[in-house]
């Protein structure tokens, strides 16, 4: 081969040399930025989802929260009204009644079906309580004296608190607030105390 065709081919392989570095250099960078772009994508989606996920759990708390305030201030105006009447404090046990009533109806809309089974059982006792508190006031009404006063009082005291306790439990459950822990921790404290 003479040397001029040498030449030239060795000029050919270089510039085909540089094109293609140059095309692979391009083809690299538009990859890497591709990766780039779809990790970004990636990333704000999960950042997206954790904030959605966040946001559920403050709704589900806060609803757990107004739900076991009401259910408590419903009980205690029950109470309330039983010992001092209704003419006395008749205004607050339906303005604890409608807040209770609104809390439970939001509580239906974002709480687990755990929370809602026992949810409904203390919105039934409170509304047993409440009918019985609001016909012994009624005049001509069966009136609330002795064994009758008597077992209202337990049933909001042991029936109806018994249900708040629960559903107070569930709703803890339900919010990741374990009582385990705190069975482990009083496990812990007892066994030092045994020791000292």
């Known amino acids: ?78 109470k309330n009204c039983l010992f001092e009447g209704v003419d006395v404090r008749g205004g607050e046990l339906e303005a604890a009644r409608q807040e209770f009533t609104s809390r439970y109806g939001e509580a239906q809309m974002i709480l687990s079906d755990a929370v809602l089974d026992v949810a409904s059982e203390a919105s039934g006792r409170l509304a047993g309580a409440y009918g019985k508190v609001k016909a012994a006031q009624q005049p001509g009404g069966p009136q609330l004296e002795g064994s009758e006063r008597e077992k209202l009082e337990d049933f909001l005291d042991h029936e109806v608190g018994s249900v708040l306790r629960r559903l107070r439990k569930t709703m803890r459950r339900d919010l990741g607030v374990t009582d385990q822990d705190q069975a482990v921790n009083s496990a812990a404290g007892s066994l030092d105390n045994g020791r000292a």
Do not use: P, Y
């Open 1 to 78: 081969m003479s040397t001029e065709v040498l030449a030239l081919i060795i000029a050919i392989v270089g510039v085909l040399g540089t094109l293609a570095s140059a095309l692979l250099t391009q083809t690299l960078s538009m990859r890497s930025k591709r990766l780039e772009i779809d990790e970004q994508r990636w990333r704000r989606i999960e950042e997206r989802d954790e904030e959605r996920r966040q946001t559920e759990f403050k709704d589900r708390r806060d609803s757990c929260i107004a739900l076991n305030m009401a259910a408590r201030h419903f009980r205690q105006a029950l």
